[in-house]
Structure formats: C-alpha cells, structure tokens
C-alpha cells in the first residue's frame, strides 16, 4: 500500500526529505496551478544531498499549465513497481532541470504528492 507524501512548502530552496529509508517511487500527482509556469522536480537517493552540485537520480518537469490545455491534474506512474531510493529519498522543485535556484511561487502547483512504498 503507497504512502502519500504532500511537499511542504513548494517555493522553497531547501530540500525536502520524503522518506529517510529504502523506499520505491510509485508515482507523483500535481495539481497545477493556472499562472504556473514549468517547474522541475528533482529526486535524490540521498538524504542530505546538495542541489546545484549533487547529481540527481532523476528529474521530472512538471509543466506549466498553458501546455496541458485545460488539464488541471499532472500525474505520472512509475512502472514496475516504482522507481528504487535504496538510501533515502529526498526532493527539490527548482526553476531549471539540474539547477538549485527554487521555484518561484508563480512556479510552483498547488498541490504536490508523491506516493511511496517504504522498503
């Protein structure tokens, strides 16, 4: 059974640790917000990693919503069974794919979960 994890504060420029544990990636759910402009969400497998320098496992664009038309909801699953965090697994919405500025609030959805099975 996936736990739901909702980001905290999305305009913010300090990662945000999901889970501090082995832990599978199952799928991520955003609700974009109407002057949103296109963010990137950086994962980690990691537990304290250093944005702008530490390599991420993976980034995913979450798009503004003028490219979704009028789809309101973004959500992507992973298949296999999620994608595997064997050390911890940490995040960071920025500005640009790979960079450590944060998103700005005209950036950022509404709403931000990603859905995890411990292990």
């Not at 994962?43 to 664009?61: E, F, H, K, Q, Y």
């Not at 609030?105 to 509404?110: E, H, L, R």
Request: hydrophobic share 45%.
């Amino acid at each position: 059974m996936a736990t739901k994890f909702t980001l905290a504060t999305l305009a913010d420029d300090t990662e945000q640790t999901v889970y501090a544990g082995a832990c599978r990636l199952t799928a991520i759910e955003a609700l974009l917000n109407v002057a949103q402009t296109e963010s990137f969400l950086q994962l980690w497998d990691n537990a304290n990693p250093n944005p702008g320098t530490t390599a991420p496992r993976m980034v995913i664009p979450i798009p503004a919503i003028a490219t979704q038309g009028l789809m309101r909801k973004f959500k992507l699953i992973m298949p296999n069974g999620g994608l595997r965090f064997g050390t911890a697994l940490t995040c960071l919405l920025t500005t640009t794919h790979d960079g450590e500025t944060a998103a700005t609030t005209t950036a950022v959805p509404q709403k931000l979960d990603l859905f995890i099975v411990k292990g």
